[in-house]
């Protein structure tokens, strides 16, 4: 643990508490796109699967338990409580386009070639390209909601903290893991635009707007 992994985590939950806040207080999932929440839910599923053979920490196990947690009831949020103001035409970005090479560069690319192993490289790879979908779907309309923007925002600086918990921990203990370096500046890459809008017009009271992602 180090004061960059312990940051990311914490504006990774408060990114997902701030999506959450934003459905229950104004009823609606209205700028939300479903398909990227099937797809962080999909992440967590498959990368949490150790919850039920290794105990790393109470620390570890409670976040994975929370992340599990919000990510499936952000989904019931979307497809089941407020399905009515989910706006299913604009979110269209096809997951198959996403979870075929992912699959299949999983297989082969891994540390090793074990179902658990698999399925954790499968998320790590998953994760990285997860967010497309809801950036697809900005683009798509033209605009985000402040609060979506917020909780993009701290989506992207958790994956760019993470990227210093990597440097720090290559520098202190010589760890360096690949996959999961590689495909994290794969994902901080897609929220450079982003986090250039962000500061550009969202902290300056205007609505934002993407260039097509993908």
Sequence with gaps: ??????????????AIIILLMKILKSKSCAGISGKSQILFALVFTTRYLDL????ISVYNTVMKVIF????????????????????????????EFLLVPVTGLSFLENHSFTPLEILWTFSIYLESVAILPQLFMIS????????????????????ALYIANWVWRYHTENFYDQ????????QTIFYCDFFYLYVTKVLKGKKLSLPMPV
């Design 179 to 186: 996959i999961a370096v590689v495909s994290g500046v794969v």
């Design 68 to 95: 599990l947690l919000c990510a499936y009831v952000t989904v019931y949020m979307i497809y089941v409580r407020f399905r009515k103001t989910f706006d299913s035409e604009n979110d269209s970005f096809r997951l």
């Design 52 to 55: 039920f053979t290794v105990f």
């Design 1 to 14: 643990m180090n004061i960059f992994r312990i940051l990311g985590d914490l504006s990774h939950l408060l």
């Design 140 to 159: 798509k309309t033209g605009e985000a909601e402040t609060i979506t923007t917020h909780y993009l925002f701290f989506l992207g600086l958790y994956r």
